[in-house]
Nanobody, 124 residues
């Protein structure tokens, strides 16, 4: 069992920045693909960004491309999501997810482990 713990959420004004962190409990962290998803009230959980196990591939949802940056530090067993130029429509609970196969996928089902989520609020 792998535990994922997110941090870094909060309330920020439109145009501001936040950095989310997600730390894993496994020393085999480098073998996992990692991703960030988000879920706004009344909507499905959707893919935001993903990074493959060796950081060779990174993929973003169109809605965040150019504003968000995903990165990972395998020595710290942590994945980050730097969010800039935040908009009210970015308001959601953000979840990190880990996938054993090590490849980026945008669907929810292939991910093996999930964090508890962290709230990001950007008032309009």
């Amino acid at each position: 069992q792998v535990h994922l713990v997110e941090s870094g959420g909060g309330l920020v004004q439109a145009g501001g920045s936040l950095r989310l962190s997600c730390t894993a409990s496994t020393r085999t962290f480098s073998n996992y693909a990692m991703a960030w998803f988000r879920q706004a009230p009344g909507t499905d959980r959707v893919f935001v960004a993903g990074i493959s196990s060796r950081s060779g591939y990174i993929y973003y949802a169109d809605s965040v491309k150019g504003r968000f940056t995903i990165s990972r530090d395998n020595a710290k067993m942590t994945v980050y999501l730097q969010m800039n130029s935040l908009k009210p429509e970015d308001t959601a609970v953000y979840y990190c997810a880990a996938q054993r196969a090590g490849i980026i996928v945008t669907g929810v089902d292939p991910y093996d482990y999930w964090g508890q989520g962290t709230q990001v609020t950007v008032p309009s």
